[in-house]
């Protein structure tokens, strides 16, 4: 029986490395965006605090972003708390507010070593002193990173960023520096939080949700969804690959009729 086991264990990791090559040989999505949702259903599912669940979806953050680097994702955006979220209790947001110090002063050797650039969209002067600290610590030290961008969305939402560009435009009309017939796609794009980076090609959400929840509204116009059941602290490096495979079976036509699908 243990040698039944350890062969179809054998051919399991075989099988994966075969996906793996495969994947890479495709149209890779430049970026992917995740709403990590599903934290504190695992852990009511286990009967722990809702905390338990923030804590253990850090690590498949961990996962997911070595892997992301490793298959050849050029950016990685991910939903970690928005504008809504300030919401909820005190002692879950403090928690939350606690995290990305926790999870940047643990793994930053590593993201260093793999060559991983932290970056920030959102609001980041309504965060505490902390948390700004350490966010603003990682971005400094993994500037030069030439490897995927880890991007957090923290205290973001879709709407603000957008009426911020309005404003913005709104104002460059008004003294006279922008004419409003020169207001188009690529200038809105120009005044987003992510104009430095591609538009988002795939999306996945998990935990069973199927809504954008005032995320990256205008970026997400063309890009694939995918919506998985299984809740964030349970989504590993199979579930990525998955939604990989997926997203490169799909026939991308932007509203022409021909489609492109590559590799």
């Known amino acids: 029986m243990l040698r039944k086991l350890m062969r179809k264990k054998t051919a399991d990791i075989q099988s994966l490395q075969e996906r793996i090559h495969t994947v890479k040989q495709r149209q890779m999505p430049n970026h992917v ?33 070595n892997f992301a680097n ?95 560009v309005m404003k913005e435009l709104a104002r460059e009309v008004e003294s006279g ?20 980076l591609p538009e988002p090609d795939l999306l996945i959400r998990t935990s069973g949700e199927v809504r954008l929840s005032n995320f990256m509204l205008w970026q997400l116009a063309y890009a694939e969804f995918i919506f998985t059941e299984v809740l964030w602290p349970d989504y590993n490096e199979e579930c990525f690959l998955q939604a990989i495979e997926d997203f490169q079976n799909r026939d991308r036509r932007f509203g022409s009729l021909e489609g492109d699908r590559k590799g």
């Open 70 to 164: 490793d298959l050849g994702v050029k950016a990685l955006t991910l939903y970690a708390f928005s504008t809504e979220n300030w919401k909820r209790p005190k002692i879950e947001i403090d928690f939350l507010m606690n995290l990305p110090g926790e999870f940047l002063n643990t793994y930053l050797p590593e993201l260093m070593e793999k060559g991983i650039k932290v970056e920030m969209i959102g609001n980041m002067d309504a965060l505490p002193a902390h948390t700004k600290t350490a966010i603003t610590k990682a971005m400094e030290i993994t500037k030069n990173n030439t490897g995927l961008i880890l991007n957090f969305a923290m205290n973001y939402g879709s709407r603000l960023e957008l009426v911020h």
């Open 177 to 196: 520096n922008m004419e409003i017939e020169a207001i188009d796609e690529n200038v809105i794009n120009s005044k987003l939080m992510t104009a430095h």
């Open 33 to 65: 965006a995740i709403i990590m949702d599903g934290n504190g259903r695992w852990a009511k599912q286990r009967k722990m605090p809702r905390i338990a669940g923030h804590h253990e979806g850090m690590k498949t953050v961990r996962q997911v972003t």
